[in-house]
């Protein structure tokens, strides 16, 4: 069925950037959301951002909004994150996630599919 793969974590001094690639194979037309959670260290999952396949339409959490840009291109499968401005609070396993059906949902038991998760790691 879907799988997904994050890449693009690794090391940044804050205000720095950073792009996440996330590769959906095996998807389907049925699946047309996309999305980004990331998990702080003793923290729960929080929603980052999630952007529809069909009509890129995008929604964003406050936290992010004006430094975090989503993007797709429906041609390789891939959901992109831009970060910019990062902060030290931004440090966290960021994971992709998709969902069946074209509605935006904000909480990790709406989505079906899970990436493995990719270190972001934003030093002082």
């Known amino acids: 069925q879907v799988q997904l793969v994050e890449t693009g974590g690794g090391l940044v001094q804050a205000g720095g950037s950073l792009r996440l690639s996330c590769v959906a194979s095996?998807?389907?037309?049925?699946?047309?959301?996309t999305g980004w959670f990331r998990q702080a260290p003793g923290k729960d999952y929080e929603f980052v951002v999630a952007?529809?396949?069909?009509?890129?339409?995008?929604y964003y959490a406050d936290s992010v909004k004006g430094r975090f840009t989503i993007s797709r291109d429906n041609a390789k499968n891939t959901v992109y994150l831009q970060m910019n401005s990062l902060k030290p609070e931004d440090t966290a396993v960021y994971y992709c996630?998709?969902?069946?059906?074209?509605?935006?949902?904000?909480?990790?038991?709406?989505?079906?599919?899970w990436g493995q998760g990719t270190q972001v790691t934003v030093s002082s």
């Open positions: 952007i529809t396949w069909r009509g890129g339409i995008a």
């Open positions: 095996g998807r389907s037309v049925s699946v047309d959301v």
């Open positions: 996630a998709a969902r069946r059906g074209s509605q935006i949902a904000t909480t990790r038991f709406e989505y079906d599919y």
